[in-house]
């Protein structure tokens, strides 16, 4: 291994350890990306645009429903002001976070690919080809079903009236027709 890279796959060896790492799966040594759950309905996406400068280039992206991804964002801006070159990425995501761990999923939880409830509602399947699996909710949090990005997307486009989908709304959930929030919109590229 190149030594400058050494600090590319350290920051990410913790976090696929210690965090659910839900997507890219399978994870290869080409993929500059990790989607993992920060609490309910809510992930972080990382992403290091240049594998040979880990921490400049580094972007955390907080995906979510609306109000609390804008809340969340003002934690993480506050928080990144006191980055801790000392510690590793996953410690300084813990510390600005306030939390002691990531969410992982229950030793005796069913196998997520089982569970209908982690289905999406459009397809009704877990884990797409790509990897992708269902993380978009609502605003509604009374709304439980979710959905892969991009059976959204399809949805949309198939709509007659043309709903704004990446624009200035994600558009409605298309269950309970609450707000769809525009962070969700982070999961389609890549
Ligand atoms: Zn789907
Ligand atoms: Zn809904």
Same mark, same amino acid.
């Given at each position: 291994m190149l030594d400058e890279l050494r600090p590319f796959y350290d920051s990410f060896s913790s976090i696929d350890e210690l965090c659910d790492v839900l997507?890219?799966?399978? &994870?290869?040594? *080409?993929?500059n990306t990790r989607v993992f759950p920060l609490k309910e309905r809510v992930y972080l996406k990382l992403t290091i645009a240049d594998p040979f400068a880990s921490y400049a280039s580094m972007a955390v992206q907080i995906i979510g429903p609306t109000e609390e991804v804008a809340h969340l964002r003002h934690v993480l801006s506050d928080g990144l002001g006191n980055w801790?070159?000392?510690?590793?990425m996953h410690k300084n995501l813990l510390h600005i976070f306030d939390l002691c761990y990531f969410p992982m999923p229950?030793? &005796?939880?069913? *196998?997520k690919d089982d569970d209908?409830?982690?289905?999406?509602?459009?397809?009704?399947?877990?884990?797409?080809?790509?990897g992708e699996v269902p993380l978009v909710s609502c605003d509604?949090?009374?709304?439980?079903l979710k959905c892969h990005a991009s059976c959204l997307k399809e949805w949309f486009n198939t709509l007659v009236e043309g709903k704004?989908?990446?624009?200035?709304s994600f558009g409605q959930?298309?269950?309970?027709k609450a707000k769809l929030s525009t962070s969700f919109a982070v999961l389609l590229k890549n």
């Open positions: 997507q890219p799966c399978p &994870i290869t040594t *080409k993929d801790d070159v000392e510690l590793d229950a030793e &005796i939880d069913l *196998k209908e409830q982690q289905r999406c509602n459009i397809c009704f399947e877990y884990r797409l080809d790509n509604n949090s009374r709304c439980v704004t989908f990446l624009e200035v959930c298309p269950f309970c």
